[in-house]
């Protein structure tokens, strides 16, 4: 929601085109606590247009403060003008803050180096470059449109990471020893890649195109890094490192072979540095259960086939054979010298489809647990009231504090609920054991006398408890600074795509990293006109799934 200064801001913006930002408040720790992120905006001579485009969907400005964030642009002679394609749509000049006369870049949860056409201004300035790396060594989230990634490597803070930005200063990335995702079509863009995150660093290019997904993918970094940050700052303590390597696991249940096959060979044929990763199937009674095809197709794609005991009370209950199946994954590889075991286990539900490399499922330093929100709110908790006596008789069985729970954007209505993930992507630490409580928690709470009522009066209180217990056990066990949300590229509901706001809706498969489809059924769309795939290669594999 739209906070009012942020509203009055905005229609200063749009109505003179300009922008007086106030002076920053003094103290490192005012962007730590409660309130609204506070984000510093570096823009340079020829700001881009899609600043304040008007062109029928939100524009950077009004998507940021959209969060109910509070903005301030700074440049590095107090003022600047726009590109122009902007000049040409009455855009005009902004007054900003000098950055030079900017204090504690730590009184800031962001900052953003704006899209423009001459960003030359912001990689030469002293002040500008040193605020970055400031900002970068104090934990705070860092992104950067399109050109504007240029006066990231300037400034030193690209060292290993992955990014992508202008192809003009390709080899200026490279030389700060950025990762850099490029593409070929240099002129169109086609196959420029969405918005690349790597932990608290977002960056992008086709700030028009991608411009929703952007704005979404810095909310979630900036989110991500504040609860880093005051975890830091309240108990300095190490953690694991960022982690380099991955299994994956689902089940793979009788009669869902195809389901299975189709997760197995999508991460084989699209998943990148992550295209050779373990694959653990979890079938329920054992593997001689499943068809000979699927024992077959599944071990010619590298997979391990693991039987795990299912009591026949849960497999009754609605979608809960999964949970004693996430938990089986983990033990297995819990078990495992550390030496040789993944670091990072990824609990996927079969619909899913591995369309890019997911390189963000490598939880970075300090993280335990990497998650997407629900799509809908359904029976999730809304943030801001209390907790029902659903969500109060799962708190109680798991242990878990109600003043725990933080709030979510679920991913199709944008709703804010209380933490409350999806249980079909889950990426974890296996020695965590989070995946292994969840089965314990399970156990002693989706059966509990108070409940039974509430399922007769409403079915998708039964239907969604094992999610609703997922919460709860997470909740208990881990704070949130060492949760990671995932961006919106990770566990899209294709099924729901003709749902999902037009701003972040992708328009093409290769826009996502993971998606689900919810049944076999929903197949035949994946690459249809709603959702199309570019590329030939993945428009063959597709058909030839079928």
Not at 32 to 61: F, H, M, Q, T, V
Not at 133 to 157: E, P
Request: hydrophobic share 45%.
């Amino acid at each position: 929601m739209r906070s009012r200064a942020g509203g009055m801001v905005m229609a200063c913006m749009l109505a003179a085109g300009g922008f007086l930002g106030a002076e920053p408040r003094p103290g490192a720790e005012a962007g730590r606590g409660a309130g609204p992120i506070r984000a510093l905006l570096l823009i340079d001579e020829g700001y881009g247009g899609n600043w304040l485009a008007r062109d029928g969907k939100p524009s950077i400005a009004e998507s940021l403060l959209s969060f109910g964030w509070e903005l301030e642009l700074a440049s590095p002679a107090g003022s600047a003008g726009p590109c122009p394609w902007g000049a040409k749509r009455g855009m005009g000049r902004l007054s900003t803050l000098r950055i030079d006369a900017i204090g504690d870049v730590l009184a800031y949860d962001l900052v953003v180096v704006l899209p423009g056409s001459k960003p030359g201004g912001l990689a030469a300035d002293p002040a500008a470059l040193a605020l970055l790396k400031a900002a970068d060594s104090g934990g705070l989230a860092i992104a950067a449109f399109c050109r504007g990634a240029r006066v990231l490597a300037a400034a030193g803070v690209l060292e290993g990471r992955r990014m992508t930005g202008h192809p003009d200063y390709a080899e200026e990335y490279r030389a700060a020893g950025a990762l850099y995702q490029g593409f070929e079509d240099l002129e169109g863009k086609s196959d420029a890649p969405p918005p690349v995150v790597d932990g608290r660093l977002v960056t992008s290019v086709r700030s028009s195109y991608y411009r929703g997904q952007s704005c979404e993918a810095i909310r979630i970094a900036a989110e991500n890094a504040r609860a880093a940050r005051a975890a830091r700052t309240a108990a300095p303590q190490g953690g694991p490192a960022a982690a380099r390597s991955a299994a994956f696991a689902f089940m793979a249940a009788p009669g869902k072979e195809k389901e299975a096959l189709a997760l197995a060979s999508s991460l084989r044929r699209f998943g990148g540095a992550l295209r050779d990763s373990r694959i653990l199937a979890l079938v329920p009674g054992g593997p001689e259960r499943l068809s000979a095809r699927g024992r077959e197709g599944l071990a010619e794609l590298g997979a391990e086939l693991r039987g795990y005991g299912l009591e026949p009370a849960i497999a009754a209950f609605p979608l809960a054979a999964k949970v004693p199946a996430a938990a089986a994954a983990e033990a297995a590889l819990a078990a495992e010298a550390p030496s040789v075991r993944p670091e990072v286990l990824v609990w996927m539900d079969s619909d899913t489809v591995i369309l890019r490399e997911p390189a963000e499922l490598l939880l970075p330093a300090g993280a335990l647990l990497g998650y997407r929100p629900v799509h809908h709110v359904l029976v999730g908790s809304p943030w801001g009231s209390e907790p029902d006596e659903y969500w109060s008789a799962f708190y109680a069985a798991c242990g878990t504090e109600p003043a725990a729970a933080f709030p979510l954007t679920t991913t199709i209505d944008r709703r804010a609920i209380r933490f409350y993930p999806n249980a079909g992507l889950l990426a974890v630490r296996p020695e965590a054991g989070l995946l292994r409580r969840w089965a314990a928690d399970f156990g002693r709470a989706y059966a509990r006398p108070e409940l039974a009522a509430l399922y007769g009066r409403d079915s998708r209180k039964e239907l969604f408890a094992h999610q609703a217990i997922l919460a709860a056990s997470l909740l208990a066990a881990l704070p949130r600074s060492a949760m990671v949300e995932l961006s919106f590229a990770y566990n899209y509901p294709a099924h729901l795509h003709g749902s999902c706001p037009a701003e972040l809706r992708p328009g093409r498969l290769e826009d996502l990293a993971t998606l689900r489809y919810d049944s076999w059924g929903n197949w035949a769309r994946l690459g249809s006109a709603a959702l199309p795939a570019r590329s030939p290669a993945l428009a063959e594999w597709l058909a030839s799934m079928r």
